[in-house]
């Protein structure tokens, strides 16, 4: 009988997950099917009980339902715990396991241009401070990635993710005027506002001018494919990447979890970046 796989969000109609996952399932012969399920507000429960009741074998959790869920699951594996957030949801035999792959997918993506072992020893800037920096600061911190700062436009939002991290990690709060300031200091600069996000293309969430040649900088927004930050990078010399690899890396993590195969990320993200390729917003 066909699985069934998903996503719950709200809104949901613009998720590219139902075909990048679909086109996964399809390649590897799978009898499955990844539909995407329109979850309002105050309905999150009722829609993980549907999980058991149905027997889904495993549901993704997008906005605004990441939080929420956990209150609903068996058990949220660590890493997710201490992020607060779950991404991903594994039907083990009716004992519902919660997962975060937003931020080791963005690990998964940074490996492309750095190794784990060189990330350890790097100096990290996060800019931004809100749920997704939430994952990666954590996700990173977990990997053992010793220094990270943060900069945010409110400062109690950088504090409060350093304060929260259960793992070993050496971390300023900073704010923006410190940040560009030090800027040469970090070997990683990653934002993960969205600041520069369609349709507000001209606007960039820090200068860059102090960045020091072949600093790795990436920036999660994928739309556009770059942003005015990642351009301005470019022309000091870094290493750029934008946000569709996090996003890939996240699904192909969950896609790992349900049938214990990582897919092919290539081909993953030449269908996200054609079906982006087709929008304009
Ligand atoms: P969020 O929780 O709402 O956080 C937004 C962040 O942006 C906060 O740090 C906020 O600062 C900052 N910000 C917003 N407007 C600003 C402005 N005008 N000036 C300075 N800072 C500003 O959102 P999120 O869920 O973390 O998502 C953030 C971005 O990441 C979005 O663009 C989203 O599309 C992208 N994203 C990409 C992926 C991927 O797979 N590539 C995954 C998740 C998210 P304050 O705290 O001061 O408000």
Redesign the pocket.
Known sequence: MEKVYGVIGNPISHSMSPAMLNDMFETYHIEARYHAFHVQTGQVKAAIEGIRGLGVYGINVT?PHKVEVIDYLDEVEEVAANIGAVNTIVNENGKLIGYNT?GN??IRSLNRVISNEELRSANVLI?????????IFISLAAMGVSKIDIV???IE?AKGIIDDCRFEVESHPLSFKEAEASLSKYQVVVN????G?HPNVD?T?LSVENLAPKTIVSD????PFETKFLRDAAKYGAITQN?????VY?GALAFEKWTGIFPDTDRMERLVTKLLGGRTC
């Open positions: 906005i937003d997918g963005f800019v931004g401070a809100g749920g997704a920096a939430r994952g945010n436009r409110t939002r993960t506002t969205s600041v996000m606007d969430p999660i927004i994928y739309n946000g569709i690899g996090m996003f996240q």
